[in-house]
């Protein structure tokens, strides 16, 4: 049996804002600010908690090793001698949005009937350019059977950010589904991060099938206002699209092209008469995780900001109210996160499989999920100030602390190769 699994990041212990990514309004508006690293991580452990009593099945991806002293040492420096912006780059906990880690397509996408992951290089940024190696071990290590291949990044200048910017359409997580690789054109104010290139690359990695596979140019207006990845102004889950109006450069002839390919898509378009892009964008009323739940509900997992949001409330609870193809509406409290630009479907890697073929110590329950809160509670430093970042006892308590997570979970020295 296929089902589709959610791999979160565990936030790591050296969250911070730093403020490193041009294009994302609210990691660059809060560049400064004091994080909250034990309280963000302990509010992701809490979104996978509620998907799990959702009945859903629940996965979990490790903190990267930070500060990354490999990285600098590429630079012919290390973290005491490097320059702050150097030392900021190499601390980043950004590996903890998964959805950045891969672009996946399910086996019955796949022609040799494997599921294929194609970590992405992430080379726009360059505090995410290096994350690519350990997150590479990590999905060979998890995804070491048989019925999955791990594929290498595709190589820079082609910039690939992941299933950020990929959805897949189909009648169940089982059937064979529609790929839709979402890419942006550079030349307006912040970097578009998607290359066409880069995703005709993984498409024919994947060996997808040409005929149910779509390239899709993600809207210039999006990007603009601060829409640095497709999943901030749509997501996909089984049959429902769920979209903003101007998500897209051409949206009549991209749904056109879907009900083709796809008659029985549920095309689900928000007017920005109704929530405005600056709406969507501040409240990440798209950066959901849209599930079916065992009873077959098409639910919306938003972030409390939504609810806070009235325009974007409203226009949920008038979709409920029609009996529209969403449901149900949960909320989750993520604001550490999204203070840093990462709603609940940034923090998440979606992957169709059979669970059994997984390396099980990848794979959470409550019991898991409670050792992980633990060492949390215990070691993830309260705060960290902007100073911080330079101090030798902060980063060896942040180190200590990561390792400290590994021995819970039986992986020391597994994935730090």
């Known amino acids: 049996m296929l089902h589709e699994i959610n791999f979160d990041g565990i936030i790591g212990p050296t969250h911070n804002y730093a403020g490193l990514s041009p294009g994302n309004l609210a990691a660059t508006s809060n560049a400064g600010a004091v994080a909250h690293p034990r309280a963000a991580a302990l509010q992701g452990i809490a979104k996978m908690r509620a998907n799990l009593s959702l009945g859903l099945t629940q996965g979990v991806l490790l903190p990267h090793r930070r500060p990354d002293h490999r990285w600098l040492a590429s630079l012919h420096t290390d973290y005491t001698a490097a320059e702050p912006h150097l030392k900021a780059r190499a601390l980043s906990a950004s590996s903890m949005w998964a959805a950045n880690a891969a672009t996946v397509s ?141 998500a897209f450069a051409d949206p009549d002839g991209f749904y056109t092209q879907l009900r083709a390919m796809i008659p029985e898509v549920e095309i689900v378009e928000v007017p920005a008469s109704a929530v405005s892009l600056s709406d969507a964008i501040g409240s990440y009323l798209f950066n959901a995780q849209l599930v079916s739940t065992p009873t077959g509900d098409q639910t919306l997992i938003v972030p409390q900001e939504v609810r806070d949001h009235s325009r974007t409330w409203q226009w949920l609870q008038q979709h409920l ?97």
């Open 106 to 246: 399910p086996a019955p996408d796949c022609a040799d009937g494997r599921c294929h992951l194609s970590v992405a290089n992430l080379v726009t940024m360059p505090h995410r350019s290096h994350e690519w190696p350990e997150t590479l071990a990590q999905l060979r290590l998890a995804f070491a059977h048989d019925a999955f291949r791990v594929h290498a990044p595709v190589p820079s200048p082609f910039g690939d950010e992941g299933a950020a910017n990929h959805m897949r359409l189909c009648a169940s997580h089982g059937a064979a589904g529609v790929e839709i690789f979402v890419y942006g054109v550079s030349g307006g104010p912040f970097p578009a991060r998607q290359h066409l290139e880069a995703s005709r690359a993984v498409a024919r990695g994947h060996a997808l099938d040409p005929a149910r596979t779509l390239f899709v140019e993600q809207s210039r207006e999006a990007i603009a206002a601060g829409a640095f990845h497709n999943d901030v102004v749509a997501v996909a889950n089984e049959r429902t699209l769920f979209a903003h109006e101007q």
């Open 321 to 417: 109210a029609s009996n529209g193809a969403i449901r149900r509406v949960e909320v989750v409290d993520v604001r550490e996160s999204m203070a840093n630009g990462g709603g609940p479907a940034c923090l998440r890697l979606r992957v169709v499989c059979d669970p059994t073929t997984i390396d099980p110590r990848f794979l959470v329950d409550d019991a898991r999920l409670d050792r992980i809160a633990d060492v949390v509670a215990q070691d993830w430093p309260e705060t960290i100030e902007p100073g911080q970042i330079g101090d030798a006892a902060f980063i060896r308590q942040s180190e200590q602390a990561r390792e400290t997570l590994l021995r819970a979970l039986d992986l020391v020295g597994l994935i730090d190769n």
